[in-house]
T-cell receptor
Framework: QKEVEQNSGPLSVPEGAIASLNCTYS??????FFWYRQYSGKSPELIMS????GDKEDGRFTAQLNKASQYVSLLIRDSQPSDSATYLC???????????FGTGTRLQVFP | DAGVTQSPTHLIKTRGQQVTLRCSPI?????VSWYQQVLGQGPQFIFQ???????GRGNFPDRFSARQFPNYSSELNVNALLLGDSALYLC?????????????FGSGTQLSVL
């Protein structure tokens, strides 16, 4: 079982819709979770971090964490074509900066 | 303020050669981590250095080595290159480690092994 699992997609949504990206993880001891956006050929860019159960909102983005069910999700409201990218879910391992990444979900927002 | 800088941006090597990739962290950041990202996959952790000491190593062969200098910059060395080493190599820095602090990624070095 992979430590962080994501559906590779592509996930296609129309402009203006809500995009829902999901991620599950295997280590119950994980405490810190991150969503990165990566455009083709570019480096990952942090868009959300979440550490507590529940929802965390930042603009059009909402991260959701459920530690009991071991899943993390990212909602993107009012999706724009510029949101088209690969979204990487990651968790922080222990007392290091070792991020464990999923394979990413490719999101396509069409006009 | 300068972000994390990596050099070179692109590199082409042949099998069996050696390569050195360089990273300068954000000013004041003492932790540098290296990741390998193969096309279509998420980044995989290679090394972490903090205050010039290795603090973590991923599941990579001994052909991969790294070091951190007194100014906190870092080099990643890969010997005896294989075709499978072709990837985007990412460097990330942070002020301290294990504090849930945001990691800042550089723009990466795209290595192609022919």
């Amino acid at each position: 079982q992979k430590e962080v699992e994501q559906n590779s997609g592509p996930l296609s949504v129309p402009e203006g819709a809500i995009a829902s990206l999901n991620c599950t993880y295997s280590d119950r001891g994980s405490q810190s979770f991150f969503w990165y956006r990566q455009y083709s050929g570019k480096s990952p860019e942090l868009i959300m971090s979440i550490y507590s159960n529940g929802d965390k909102e930042d603009g059009r983005f909402t991260a959701q964490l459920n530690k009991a069910s071991q899943y993390v999700s990212l909602l993107i409201r009012d999706s724009q074509p510029s949101d088209s990218a690969t979204y990487l879910c990651a968790l922080l391992r222990g007392d290091t900066d070792k991020l464990i990444f999923g394979t990413g979900t490719r999101l396509q927002v069409f006009p | 303020d300068a972000g994390v800088t990596q050099s070179p941006t692109h590199l082409i090597k042949t099998r069996g050669q050696q390569v050195t990739l360089r990273c300068s962290p954000i000013s004041g950041h003492k932790s540098v981590s290296w990741y390998q990202q193969v096309l279509g996959q998420g980044p995989q952790f290679i090394f972490q250095y903090y205050e010039k000491e290795e603090r973590g190593r991923g599941n990579f062969p001994d052909r991969f080595s790294a070091r951190q200098f007194p100014n906190y910059s870092s080099e990643l060395n890969v010997n005896a290159l294989l075709l499978g080493d072709s990837a985007l190599y990412l460097c990330a820095s942070s002020l301290v480690i294990g504090s849930n602090e945001k990691l800042f990624f550089g723009s990466g070095t795209q290595l192609s092994v022919l």
